[in-house]
């Protein structure tokens, strides 16, 4: 009854087997998104009466995972590394609703990015990972992503423009408002579409025509997912 409880109220990620990982793989990021919606007042409120020290939190947190002084090794840990690795986006978003961000001078977000883009990219080389295993690298991923970001939303500083084409528009925020759907059917999309092209003959080798049609297939089952779930 537990293990059922977390497919209802995931407050950690719910159960699965060794088959089903190719349909839950991407779950991870509901509970994780789930305890960032909790405790964003609390955690808003910290962030505008004491910025630089509500920020240093997750940054001591990778640093600790980094030495390998703290690793997740229970539930309650699992959402300490949670919070470690994905509240910085969280306070970013913070920075750029309140309009930090659009403020901040081009050397101090190119500065700031690339230090955080070089720490990613390090971690990762000296891990000698090929790009399959990323997902592997957790604190490196967030520390690139945090400085690419940042860049990104520097660059795009005025939340009102929009692109002139009413269909561009309309695409753009169709995608936008159905980006979980969209995140969560993409591990069962790519599973079954393997599946399918396996059982046709065709071989799932790297040549880019196998890679192609693998994509065109999954992307299409992602737009079935879509159609009859919404966002």
Do not use: K
Not at 129 to 142: E, F, H, K, M, R
Not at 148 to 172: E, G, K, M
Not at 199 to 208: H, K, M, T, V
């Amino acid at each position: 009854w537990r293990s059922m409880l977390l497919w209802v109220v995931p407050l950690f990620e719910p159960p699965s087997s060794a088959w089903g990982t190719a349909w839950t793989g991407s779950l991870w990021f509901v509970p994780a998104y789930l305890w960032l919606t909790l405790i964003s007042p609390p955690l808003l409120w910290c962030f505008r009466r004491w910025p630089l020290r509500t920020a240093v939190l997750p940054a001591l947190g990778l640093a600790l995972v980094l030495s390998g002084t703290w690793s997740a090794s229970s539930r309650v840990g699992e959402i300490l590394l949670t919070f470690a690795l994905f509240a910085g986006y969280w306070l970013i978003g913070f920075a750029y609703h309140d309009n930090r961000i659009q403020t901040m001078s081009w050397s101090s977000a190119i500065i700031l990015s690339s230090i955080l883009m070089s720490a990613g990219l390090i971690g990762t080389i000296r891990a000698g990972v090929t790009a399959a295993q990323l997902a592997g690298l957790p604190v490196a991923n967030s520390l690139w992503g945090a400085g690419v970001v940042i860049l990104l939303l520097r660059l795009y500083r005025n939340p009102d423009s929009r692109p002139r084409s009413a269909p561009v528009r309309r695409a753009l925020a169709g995608v936008q408002g159905r980006a979980l759907t969209i995140f969560l059917w993409s591990f069962p999309a790519y599973s079954i579409s393997a599946a399918l092209l396996a059982r046709d003959g065709s071989s799932l080798s790297s040549n880019a025509a196998s890679i192609t049609q693998q994509i065109f297939l999954a992307l299409g089952l992602i737009m079935v997912a879509v159609l009859l779930l919404g966002w």
